[in-house]
């Protein structure tokens, strides 16, 4: 449906690895300019190591300068060993210095070193400034190139510097200018629009709005993208203690947050203990292993505890063996319960939308709506598995349990990624296998002592 | 750490709930107009329904301009009702086209027709002409205010034209002009600030440039995003099949689409059946109640195949307890790998990543790595299950049974998304509950198969 250019890339792959096979240099370098850059991007992460090796060495350095920022870590990496150094060094001295100081903070100390010394002095000097911030900062992804002008100046005056600053190449694309006082203090914010349409002579300071909200620059870049998607704005000014500007975020270095940030809760939700920065494509799968694995293994040492408990009612499994039949229902009852619950309070908290204190708001919510559908698996479980055991009491207990478990687990699910963030951490750590594991032990412990009970008593 | 103006929500929330009680009406116009509208929507959420609708009728209604978007789709009928349609239509005669499009399109039937009826004439055409298009296409999201010129017309002619209309407010925050030929068909853009800058005199033909991409008006509006996510655009033209330009996507209203569509992901992989438009603070209970259920009651039917598996060996664990034992760890470590590698796989999919062609590599990458996890899984399996049933067979069956369930499990983990993609469903739909239940429908069987061979073999 979209009407865009993008190529095949699937085609275009294989094409490029046949003519790098039969050595064709002409053609694939011809075959380059008839592609963009972003382009480039999704072949290199499709030809294996060899071959990429091969094509980024035929890639023209103006290509770099729209690509560098987008690779993934490793093909990065890889870039900078293929151009050597220096050849890199060339070309992000084009770039932005907040684009160079992401790019850096991507690459091994030593490399990092070696190409910041190869960068021009003064455009150095501006990314280091940069890279004092942490990349999970708002200093982290805040550009300093945006107009700025005292509140004393004329918009004549302030409109003069501007385009000549504009026309050299000095300015991101911010829509407005800050206005600040003889101390270097945020007061106000003009639209560049406006800027340009009122009378020159008017002072600057009298035609400014108040900043509608700002960000410390050692705030969390989350918090920048929140009080942007929060307040509907383009842009957010980064200011220090002192309230004095220091940078801005714009809106597409916000979508660049969000999508990061997104992408780390899901896949933490999903049990992958560190993300997979960049490119699942490129990602080494000694890397996807040691993530995988590390979860699985903590897993099986808390889900050992369910086996432990299972195997202290062995007598009773075998003198009603029906029992075992329902094990996994309950368990997967309790954690899809569970992960249904943590899954809209986590998002509920990413977005902002719910804080610390909502939480008795939500647990007396969870509360009402799981024990209505504790009300509607019951007699689903009763049937079942009075229709697999024919054993009245087995299904009576299964039906209990399950209704137990449903309350219990969702209660976890809400409670879990509460106590996440009282302990500072993440609530996204509360992932889906934990909540399965936690709600096996506490849903296979009370099923077998349902059953103790009424199977005493019922038989 | 963030230098941001927002309220103590909490403490507002007491405090109007008071207020409210003691009908002290103008201390709470009072506050109201001390906080902003964006801080009003948090205490809305937090209200109680009778607090709620007292609360939403005592709101000025200027402040209703900067909040009826953002409302939950609940609140923002409640809003309509205590305000009164008359009343509301007046409010929306003062916002931008698109924005009334997206709230009418949020109301009930009758409501929106009512609504809209009461609009100005002229703002009526312009709102039902963009209600054409769906709310999840590209049409749905893109406003029409936009600067568009011929490429025929001079600078200077454009500038004068812009001024006026902008100062009229009838443009949108928009970067770009946009430039047509005579039959309306796009031919390039002008970034505006460039507009201002050079010389009146040129035909704006001649300084525009070619636009990067653009996106049909019926293509998915995620689409759109991913499109300005990877070409880091500042705006999106819209067009139709002959090319003419409709409107343009801001990137603040892709920022919107990126927010809501990874929510919509997260919640159906946490296994919710429909996402929670708007607010989880305000969802009826019973709405979340039909949701959740949904999903685990088709899990029910297919976890009693896993049931009716357990129970054909019956026989086998009356003679073996100690096979009950492990059946959580395996049905655990089938959900917990699947989901790990779904999640994985569902994100690349959703971020444009990976696309339909990549399955064969990245099956055989989880193939790979799926192998490895299981030779590290076997032996924790063993260990676990002889220290806890001091059974060598049933120990030897758990730990190959595992190592097979880890491979089976990640595989469908990539298949199940990949079938929802090529069916033209969201790879998401395959959410953490439903691979777990296939997980342990083939685990199950697995591991009772390969006990009746290896017990009967070393018994």
Do not use: C
């Amino acid at each position: 449906m979209a009407t865009t250019v993008e190529h095949d890339i699937e085609e275009l792959v294989e094409r490029i690895e046949d003519l790098l096979e039969e050595h064709r240099i002409d053609e694939i370098r011809d075959l380059v300019n008839r592609i963009r850059p972003q382009d480039i991007i999704d072949i290199l992460e499709r030809l294996d190591a060899d071959s990429r090796r091969k094509f980024l060495s035929l890639i023209p350095s103006h290509y770099y300068i729209e690509m560098l920022s987008k690779l993934s870590d490793d093909t990065l990496y890889e870039a900078v060993i293929v151009k050597g150094v220096s050849k890199i060094a060339r070309i992000l001295a084009d770039m932005p210095p907040d684009e160079i100081a992401d790019i850096l903070e991507r690459l091994p100390v030593k490399t990092r070193r070696q190409v910041l010394a190869l960068l021009p002095p003064w455009k150095m000097t501006e990314v280091v400034e940069l890279m004092k911030y942490p990349p999970e900062s708002a200093g982290g992804v805040m550009t300093t190139r945006i107009p700025v002008f005292s509140k004393e100046e004329t918009v004549g005056r302030a409109l003069e510097k501007y385009v000549i600053k504009y026309q050299l190449g000095l300015y991101d694309k911010v829509n407005n200018a800050y206005i600040v006082d003889s101390h270097g203090r945020l007061v106000g914010v003009v639209d560049l629009r406006t800027l340009m349409m009122v009378p020159k002579n008017k002072k600057i300071g009298d035609i400014a709005q108040p900043p509608p909200v700002k960000v410390h620059v050692l705030a969390d870049r989350e918090e920048a993208a929140r009080l942007v998607v929060k307040y509907d704005l383009m842009e957010i000014p980064v200011v220090d203690d002192q309230d004095r500007i220091l940078g801005a975020i714009t809106v597409d270095d916000i979508i660049d947050v969000i999508v990061a940030e997104s992408t780390e809760d899901i896949l933490k939700f999903g049990g992958l203990i560190e993300t997979v920065k960049g490119s699942y494509l490129t990602a080494k799968i000694t890397d996807l292993v040691k993530r995988r694995a590390t979860w699985l293994i903590i897993l099986y040492i808390l889900e050992s505890i369910t086996v432990t408990v299972i195997s202290r009612f062995e007598a009773m499994i075998a003198s009603v063996v029906a029992l075992s039949f329902f094990i996994p229902l309950l368990t997967d009852t309790g954690g899809n319960t569970g992960s249904q619950a943590a899954t809209l309070v986590i998002r509920s908290l990413a977005t902002g939308e719910a804080r610390l204190g909502d939480f008795t708001r939500i647990i007396i919510k969870e509360l009402i709506s799981s024990s209505l559908l504790a009300v509607i698996v019951a007699p689903i479980g009763f049937t079942i598995s009075y229709a697999i055991s024919l054993n009245f009491p087995v299904a009576v207990t299964v039906s209990i349990a399950l209704a137990s478990i449903v309350v219990i687990a969702s209660l976890m699910g809400v409670i879990l990624p509460f106590i996440a963030l009282l302990i500072k951490s993440d609530p996204a750590v509360v992932s889906a296998p934990l909540i399965t594991t936690v709600a096996d032990i506490t849903g296979i412990t009370l099923y077998f002592t349902i059953a103790s009970y009424l199977i005493g008593i019922i038989k």
